[in-house]
């Protein structure tokens, strides 16, 4: 039997904390990831109030932490707005420790497949950048799947000579952005996995993930296009037999953390995902 525990995205539930930490123990997840980019859980907003009255919640529901997302929706592909992105970045990782967890997910934006691209190496600084920060805290700065390819990912981690940047890996966003298969990216990626969302879905229309990440503006002809369904666990693309299989030959033993960003019943839907994940754990 796999020895993966379960979490769950605390927003997913679009409950207040409180209730969404009661919800999450009754589903019997061990532990659940926030985000911490703004409202009350931005660094700025975490009085140390706050932040005893957040891990007391969690304490008295028996949970941790299994990551702490810092997505803050502009990538660093801009040069320009890098340095406070940075900046912001590097607080919620102080924040992330602060709240027992090594581990901040984000999306940097779309990596190109050509190095020689301009905003490659705009990436690559911003990244050197946070992956010595990281390494310095003992934490990590995961990287999510699904903008690009696994193995265009996988040559931009290589290019960084460090594991303070490092993935966490979303199989629905490959198969439903890029068309990737999540097994064989987390054969590529598993010196790099410190965390992965349980997700699934299927790709309606290929399209530029450009468009998609809002990386470059979406031509009128396809704007308002669905490009991909994000459907519950077993529904969609993603083989999560053979994804669980997969990560359990690399060694990992992190989080399965549910993230559910669609359906009128999330609750009912993350509950139902907890237990398919069991189900294939039981079934290994």
């Known amino acids: 039997m796999y020895r993966f525990p379960i979490g769950v995205m605390l927003e997913s539930f679009r409950l207040p904390d409180r209730d969404a930490i009661a919800a999450a123990k009754a589903i019997g997840a061990q532990g ?3 985000y911490c980019t703004s409202g009350e859980h931005a660094p700025e907003n975490m009085t140390r109030e706050k932040k005893r009255e957040l891990l007391r919640m969690m304490d008295d529901a028996g949970l941790v932490f299994s990551a702490i997302c810092g997505d ?3 990538g660093f592909g801009d040069p320009e707005l890098n340095p406070g992105l940075i900046e912001k970045s590097k607080r919620i990782m102080e924040l992330a420790k602060e709240l027992g967890s090594d581990i901040v997910t984000t999306h940097i934006g779309v990596v190109p497949s050509d190095p020689a691209h301009d905003r490659y190496k705009v990436m690559q600084e911003a990244c050197r950048e946070l ?3 990281a390494d310095g805290l003992g934490s990590h700065f995961a990287l999510e799947t699904g903008p ?5 990912l996988k040559r931009f981690l290589d290019s960084l000579g460090s594991r303070g940047v490092a993935v966490n890996l979303d199989p629905a966003n490959l198969v439903m952005v890029v068309g990737d298969d999540p097994v064989n990216a987390v054969r590529l990626l598993k010196e790099y996995i410190v965390h992965t969302h349980a997700k699934d879905g299927i ?3 290929r399209t530029n993930p450009e468009y998609i990440y809002g990386v470059t503006p979406t031509p009128e002809d396809v704007r308002g296009a669905t490009f991909y369904r994000e459907l519950p666990l077993g529904e969609g693309g993603v083989n999560f037999p053979a994804y669980l299989s997969a990560l359990d030959e690399i060694g990992y033993r992190g989080f399965l953390t549910v993230e559910r960003e669609a359906g009128d019943d ?3 839907d993350i509950g139902q995902a907890a237990e398919y994940l069991r189900r294939v754990i039981a079934e290994s």
């Open 32 to 34: 659940v990831q926030t």
């Open 131 to 133: 992956a010595e920060f």
């Open 148 to 152: 690009e390819p696994s193995d265009v």
């Open 266 to 268: 999330p609750v009912k």
């Open 72 to 74: 803050l929706g502009r």
């Open 203 to 205: 790709m309606v229309k």
